[in-house]
């Protein structure tokens, strides 16, 4: 029978790349950024997000010359976001770009890496704060070292939901304003951390319980679903089908029965696929 492979050598380089662009996000973190905005104000890139995304490709492209790259700056730069079956890095240099502008710490940077268009491992490192969590495929999730799993909460009333505003367009605008008239009554508590990688991951780790969002893309939300999928979570598509990575959106909840006193009540938009 064929050796199955468990990307070890992958995994550990990456940890150490990840790592290591930490220090440029954290020596840019409290300096006046270079901020140029993308698809429009409220969609903003800077110079130490390409930079990162940069050295990422650049070091992982020479140990690991034959994968593919899905980067969030490249594609915004004109790349194609292609996923195929091959390997392929996948990549968000700082998710959370607006709070780094403003210095605010909720921030990561994302690396997941995805074979036959599922993801094998994820990485989401918070270089500011040095929170680290981790899962590969079957084998937990981790925050700093120690196997973290996701809250137990089953009621609505009880649970702590995430919303984000995203890039303000007037679709997304009209969204969020149904959604927030829908469900704040319901909920114990909203929190919008402005990251969806670091919502992802606070989910995973039991510090919210439930996370839904439309409009983003595969970098932000393919690592870290399967962090807050090792971690016992419950991922799916807001339409209750299967994750589609390529569909940019994502329900997420720490149990089913939160999933289903949510999914039926999520007020959607259409949106374009990556
Ligand atoms: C952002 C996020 C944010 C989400 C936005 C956007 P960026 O990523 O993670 O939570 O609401 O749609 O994608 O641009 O900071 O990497």
């Known amino acids: 029978m064929a050796e199955v492979n468990t990307w070890d050598t992958e995994f550990e380089f990456a940890l150490e790349i990840v790592k290591k662009v930490g220090e440029i996000i954290k020596n840019a973190f409290l300096r006046d950024k270079v901020v140029t905005e993308k698809s429009s104000a409220t969609d903003?890139?800077?110079?130490?997000?390409?930079?990162v995304e940069r050295v990422l490709i650049k070091g992982l492209e020479n140990k690991f010359p034959n994968y593919r790259f899905i980067g969030e700056e490249s594609v915004a730069g004109g790349l194609k976001c292609e996923l195929t079956h091959d390997p392929t890095w996948v990549i968000d240099p700082i998710d959370g770009t607006t709070n780094f502008v403003h210095s605010n710490p909720h921030i990561c940077t994302i690396l997941a890496f995805m074979v036959e268009q599922e993801v094998e491992f994820s990485i989401v490192y918070n270089p500011i704060l040095d929170q680290l969590w981790t899962a590969r495929r079957g084998k937990g999730a981790f925050y700093n070292g120690a196997k973290i799993q996701v809250s137990s909460c089953k009621s609505l009333g009880s649970a702590i939901l995430v919303q984000e505003v995203g890039s303000a367009t007037p679709d997304r605008v009209n969204m969020l304003t149904t959604n927030s008239t829908t469900f704040?009554?319901?909920?114990?508590?909203?929190?919008?951390?402005?990251?969806?990688?670091?919502?992802?991951v606070y989910l995973a780790m039991g510090s919210v319980d439930a996370y839904f969002e439309m409009g983003f893309h595969i970098w932000d939300y393919a690592g870290p679903s399967l962090i807050v999928r090792e971690a016992g979570g419950v991922v799916q598509d807001v339409s209750g089908s299967k994750i589609d990575y390529l569909a940019r959106n994502i329900l997420a909840a720490s149990t089913p029965e939160l999933i289903e006193q949510i999914r039926p009540n999520i007020s959607t938009i259409t949106m374009e696929r990556d």
């Open 184 to 200: 704040i009554p319901r909920v114990r508590s909203i929190r919008s951390y402005g990251s969806a990688g670091i919502n992802l």
């Open 44 to 51: 903003l890139v800077t110079e130490t997000d390409q930079e």
